[in-house]
């Protein structure tokens, strides 16, 4: 495991020690769970944009017309 040293403001550092203690965990393990976030979303929109990329617009836009449908009767429900 590596060492990774940040420097923050120390209000930042207040917070976020505050947030860790909420959720009972050390700040170490509350920046390792806000970091694999970050990366999911990252990695979310990487393949997003690349099957994107390859994809078909109208297919793509047919699907979120039909998202859009079915949404609209969940909520007229």
Known sequence: ???LTIRVPD?????L???AA?????VN???EELS??????HDT???FRLRAARGKVEHGLAVL???????????DS
Do not use: N, W
């Open 1 to 3: 495991m590596a060492t």
């Open 11 to 15: 209000a930042l550092r207040d917070r």
């Open 17 to 19: 020690a505050a947030m």
């Open 22 to 26: 909420q959720r009972g965990v050390s």
């Open 29 to 31: 393990k509350l920046m």
């Open 36 to 41: 694999v976030r970050a990366l999911t979303e």
């Open 45 to 47: 929109e990487m393949r």
């Open 65 to 75: 017309d039909e998202l859009d449908r079915v949404h609209s009767q969940a909520e």
